[in-house]
């Protein structure tokens, strides 16, 4: 059992000052004051006196088997560790394939899932990677997210990107209706995650499915839409016909593109738009490669995402762009969690997992995660790591 006293909590919304008590993985109170000594019950205290304390960070979209490739084998990205994840806050993690959907497998991908989660975080996965028709685990996309219980929905598809399988409309409205069916049967949340490139087309297919089809709009999740002021654009009109739009927070500042957005930015520019907060998710990209192309689509160089500028990102949106903490969390705690339907995730509350991120006010940095009611990370120092970390 744990017991945090007196955080200042956020849950994400402002709750003053509280204890929480975490017992079996789960908040079993949240009060102004809880005592349990003397029971003889083992209970470890942590001190939150003067920290914020908010959910667990969710990160939707990470490469965790790695990504990249395109500048050959050797420019491969890793695979992702714990401690990565723990440090920058996330307890929760969506992965994903991206352009490499042969030399890195569904099956491995499940397999790294399966590992992350026995070692401490939530773990959950899209089926298939940038192509189309999607090459999932069973015979469709339908069957994988019903059957396979980390399975939550689809993606990265590539759209409007030369490095796309170039679906068709009807291709994609396949996809995307076998995908909304599976959710709705499973109670997951059957979304398509979509890789939105730099091509001229932006999100005119998402568009015209949406115009021609009866698939609610919220069924998909761009991603990447401040790669460039004019998908921004489209990203925020996408987001006024009810849309959600994802910003994605890894970047290279040494080669921040003349029109990128970034998400920090983007939170405030979509917020001053007159979106609303709950329709706004940042993910990190994290363990992608961050490929740089020339106008002739050459590669000319390559980074990697790292899942450290989730919450980066979301400090920089309170410092910078002057957003309400509690409206900064949102994106990477209560609304990312809605609309991938993580009944258990995003909030805290009795009855919801023990997922706690302890972060100092003055400083906004990360002091304590807490897993499932474990303890990963304790004043900056790492107690948890990977089996081969």
Request: charged residues 25%; glycine residues 14%.
């Amino acid at each position: 059992m744990l017991l945090i006293k007196g955080g200042i909590v956020y849950s994400p919304e402002y709750l003053g000052k509280k204890d929480i008590l975490i017992a079996g993985g789960k908040i079993e109170a949240i009060a102004e004051e809880i005592t349990i000594e003397g029971r003889g019950l083992d209970v470890k205290i942590v001190d939150a006196e003067d920290y914020y304390v908010a959910p667990g960070f969710i990160d939707s979209h990470v490469h965790l088997l790695g990504g990249g490739g395109e500048g050959g084998y050797s420019t491969r990205t890793p695979e992702i560790q714990l401690s990565q994840l723990t440090s920058s806050g996330i307890t929760t993690v969506v992965g994903c394939l991206g352009t490499d959907g042969v030399t890195r497998s569904m099956a491995a991908l499940m397999a790294k899932a399966r590992g992350l989660e026995e070692e401490g975080i939530s773990t959950f996965c899209y089926t298939g990677s940038y192509e189309v028709p999607v090459k999932g685990l069973l015979s469709s996309v339908k069957e994988d997210i019903i059957i396979i219980d980390k399975i939550i929905g689809v993606g990265e598809i590539a759209v409007a990107d030369h490095r796309s399988s170039q679906p068709t409309i009807d291709e994609l409205k396949r996809t995307i209706a076998d995908a909304r069916v599976g959710g709705i049967l499973s109670g997951k949340g059957g979304i398509v995650n979509i890789h939105v490139g730099d091509g001229e087309g932006r999100l005119k297919a998402l568009m015209e499915i949406v115009a021609t089809t009866e698939i609610p709009i919220t069924q998909l999740l761009p991603t990447h839409i401040n790669r460039s002021i004019d998908l921004f654009k489209a990203g925020i009109d996408f987001a006024r016909q009810g849309g959600y739009v994802d910003l994605t927070t890894s970047y290279d500042p040494h080669n921040l593109k003349k029109d990128e957005v970034k998400a920090s930015k983007g939170l405030r520019l979509l917020l001053e738009a007159g979106i609303n907060i709950g329709q706004i998710s940042f993910s990190s990209d994290g363990q992608g490669s961050l490929p740089m192309f020339n106008e002739k689509k050459e590669l000319v160089g390559i980074g990697i995402g790292s899942t450290k500028t989730l919450f980066t990102e979301v400090r920089d949106a309170i410092i910078d762009d002057d957003i309400a903490f509690g409206d900064a969390i949102r994106v990477i705690t209560e609304n990312p969690a809605r609309i991938l339907k993580l009944k258990d995730k995003g909030r805290l509350a009795a009855g919801m997992d023990g997922d706690l991120v302890l972060i100092s006010p003055d400083r906004l940095e990360i002091d304590t995660v807490i897993a499932k009611g474990r303890i990963m990370l304790e004043g900056g120092s790492l107690l948890v790591r990977g089996t081969f970390e």
